[in-house]
């Protein structure tokens, strides 16, 4: 965090979104939890700021890391809030709202961005359309297995 | 997990509301325990590699869920999620007694010889009640059931899939393993879709929308499945009812083993 500029200390919904883009998901570390659609809600009063964030899967283990993370990253920029960050269902996170920059992060790291339904997706490596879908689960729940027949890589899809 | 809000806050202060929301929300936070618990003692031991990350994953999952509605009781109660899901004595598990049930014959590190047919009969069965009741909890009055319906139901989508993806094959290439693992599963499920006499008062108060058409829901649904794999669904044989305590040992034994590390200092910080 070291090259932003700390301005006055003084905190703006807009400030904070850009202090936390700087957070990722440590399953995905080049993609921050602002593209992948998790950040819900900010507020910022007079003394406070509040994160309200979504996970992608409930039962996701990372929560407690990313909302740590957040805390922390905050903390360091606004010294003088006080700081809420937590995890609720108030909207439901789907994989529509990873923004465009998300796709195309997720893309560079191996991982083909989310297609509209089950298999529809495509190798993040040579782009082919018709890859095997080989295990509907993967590494982590978001996450699902294929095999690519063009180019014979494995690879990670995002789940629809 | 912190998801206080103003709905849960009402609840809490409407002690007959306050009631049904736990007595809905026991049921379905020890069924995914239980079912998650069973899942994960398939690891190293399921048909291949894939299908270990699969029920990894799965059970996982399950675990997350449980987790989440713990963590409403304990919004509600201001007792522990952990100690909610790990401390609690058997008769006050409303889990099914169906899920409870260990994988199969012998034990997870001694000699075990699971049932994979079994296993997945029972995961399917619970995966369309738990699909049954998540879908009229999104019409609930209560904001946060509304919420966890809605969330939750998505990812169940893919244990259901996938489950079906296995009946399918059972079905196709060895039906009559699927036949026992079902006639298996049959003499405990009775107790499964049932929310006994609160079924109404959980319907009139808003809390679960449609509970007393639900149970019938489920079995149509369960039995067109079948039907359409050409494969007998045997009666449901009522015995002991999870949704009143009354469990096998099979459930103190699993709590035993989940349980282990968390009693030996449950003040630790992880
Ligand atoms: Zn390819």
């Known amino acids: 965090m070291g090259l932003m500029q700390k301005s006055d200390g003084r905190a703006t919904v807009e400030s904070v979104y850009e202090c936390i883009s700087h957070v990722c998901d440590p399953e995905i570390p080049t993609v921050s939890i602002v593209d992948l659609g998790m950040v ?49 269902l108030t909207v439901a996170w789907t994989s529509a709202r990873i923004t465009e920059a998300g796709r195309q992060a997720l893309q560079a ?9 089950f298999g529809d997706v495509a190798c993040p490596v040579c ?14 729940s978001c996450r699902s297995l294929y095999y690519c027949r063009q180019c014979r890589n494995p690879f990670e899809a995002f789940k629809p | 997990m912190n998801t206080t ?10 002690p007959a509301l306050r009631h049904l929301v736990i007595e809905l929300l026991w049921q379905v936070a020890d069924d995914d325990l239980m079912i ?39 919004a509600l109660t201001g007792d522990r999620a952990d100690d909610l899901a790990l401390l609690r004595e058997t008769s006050a598990r409303r889990n099914a007694v169906l899920l409870e049930q260990p994988n199969g014959a012998g034990d997870y590190l001694h000699d ?20 049954t009741v998540l879908t009229a909890m999104t019409g609930s009055v209560v904001e946060e059931l509304a919420q966890a319906g809605t969330k939750i139901l998505g990812e169940k989508r893919y244990h259901r899939a996938h489950q079906e993806l296995w009946l399918r094959l059972l079905a196709a290439h060895n039906p009559q393993q699927l036949q026992d693992g079902l006639a298996l599963a049959s003499q405990w499920g009775a107790d499964l879709a049932d929310f006994g006499p609160m079924a109404i008062d959980l319907q009139q108060s808003g809390v679960l929308p449609d509970a007393p058409l639900l149970p019938k829901q489920f079995a149509d649904e369960v039995t067109d499945a079948f039907k359409e794999m050409s494969i007998d669904l045997p009666i449901f044989q009522p ?17 035993t083993t989940l349980s282990e590390v968390y009693r030996l200092d449950p003040g630790a910080r992880w």
């Open chain 2, 112 to 131: 075990p010889h699971f049932n994979w047919a079994f296993t997945i009969v029972r995961h399917y069965l619970h995966d369309v009640w738990e699909m």
């Open chain 1, 40 to 88: 819900e809600k900010v507020t910022v009063t007079d003394r406070q700021i509040v994160v309200v964030l979504i996970p992608t899967f409930v039962g996701c283990p990372a929560q407690p890391i990313i909302a740590r993370d957040v805390r922390q990253t905050l903390a360091a920029q606004y010294a003088d809030y006080a700081i809420e960050v937590r995890f609720a």
């Open chain 2, 5 to 14: 809000s103003l709905a849960i806050d009402r609840v809490k202060r409407t």
């Open chain 1, 109 to 117: 790291c191996g991982i083909a961005p989310p297609g509209r339904a």
């Open chain 2, 36 to 74: 998650g618990f069973r899942d994960q003692e398939w690891l190293g031991l399921a048909p291949h590699i894939e299908e270990d990350v699969a029920f990894g994953s799965i059970g996982q999952e399950e675990l997350g869920h449980a987790v989440h509605y713990y963590g409403l009781i304990e």
């Open chain 1, 127 to 140: 782009h082919d359309t018709k890859p095997v879908l080989h295990n509907l689960f993967g590494s982590t």
């Open chain 2, 239 to 255: 015995g002991l009812n999870g949704r009143q305590g009354q469990h096998t040992a099979a459930l103190g034994g699993a709590l």
